[in-house]
């Protein structure tokens, strides 16, 4: 049972244009959620992250949404740049979850120059 | 601090042998996570430990995987004996104690088995 998923495996966007990346989550209990980024042959680095008890969250051109009643965030890429194409990976976990993050299975984006 | 330390960086081995990832994760950091990233599965968690602890080992796919972290400085994750399913990337993560932190990953083993 994946308990995040990201049902988008890939997404491709022109240079300059909005990037969004869609995950979903089915545990109410998860109360922080995390965007990584991974190029390959790298581990995943983090990127931005979100708490239960905002709606939103920004840090440059990257912002994530957070929509609790739909079980639902996004992270919005504005303006997309060719080095942003990468494998994003969405990232839960709760309070007494022992400190375990839960991943999803990744979106590729690609963006064209 | 060097990050979270992976070794080897590629590992290619025989089906039937015995398979040894290393990590040494942040110092200080409290948990410490193995992951394995497929194409089918994304990052699908193997286990993860807490102050040395293993916590939770559902993940493990098998008995041919075990895990160990004898210390605050090092785990290890065996698989014995290995099969060409098991080829994939293997990464381990850290991550501090405190709440509403990120994990460190490092930058992982990729195991082929043929």
């Known amino acids: 049972d994946q308990q995040v998923k990201q049902n988008s495996p890939s997404l491709s966007v022109q240079e300059g244009r909005i990037s969004i990346l869609n995950c979903d989550y089915t545990?109410?209990?998860?109360?922080?959620f995390l965007w990584y980024k991974k190029y390959p042959a790298e581990g995943p680095t983090f990127l931005i992250s979100i708490s239960s008890i905002k709606d939103k969250n920004e840090d440059g051109r990257f912002t994530v949404f957070l929509n609790k009643s739909a079980k639902h965030l996004s992270l919005h890429i504005v303006p997309s740049q060719p080095g942003d194409s990468a494998v994003y990976f969405c990232?839960?976990?709760?309070?007494?979850?022992?400190?375990?993050?839960?991943f999803g299975g990744g979106t590729r984006l690609m963006v064209k120059p | 601090d060097a990050g979270v330390i992976q070794s080897p960086r590629h590992e290619v081995t025989e089906m039937g042998q015995e398979v040894t990832l290393r990590c040494k994760p942040i110092s200080g950091h409290n948990s410490l996570f193995w992951y394995r990233q497929t194409m089918m599965r994304g990052l699908e968690l193997l286990i993860y430990?807490?102050?040395?602890?293993?916590?939770?080992d559902s993940g493990m796919p098998e008995d041919r995987f075990s895990a160990k972290m004898p210390n605050a400085s090092f785990s290890t994750l065996k698989i014995q004996p290995s099969e060409p399913r098991d080829s994939a990337v293997y990464f381990c993560?850290?991550?501090?104690?405190?709440?509403?932190?990120?994990?460190?990953f490092g930058q992982g083993t990729r195991l082929t088995v043929v």
């Open positions: 545990n109410s209990m998860f109360d922080y």
């Open positions: 993560a850290s991550r501090p104690g405190q709440l509403n932190t990120e994990a460190f």
């Open positions: 430990f807490n102050n040395n602890v293993p916590i939770d």
């Open positions: 990232a839960a976990t709760f309070y007494n979850a022992g400190n375990m993050l839960t």
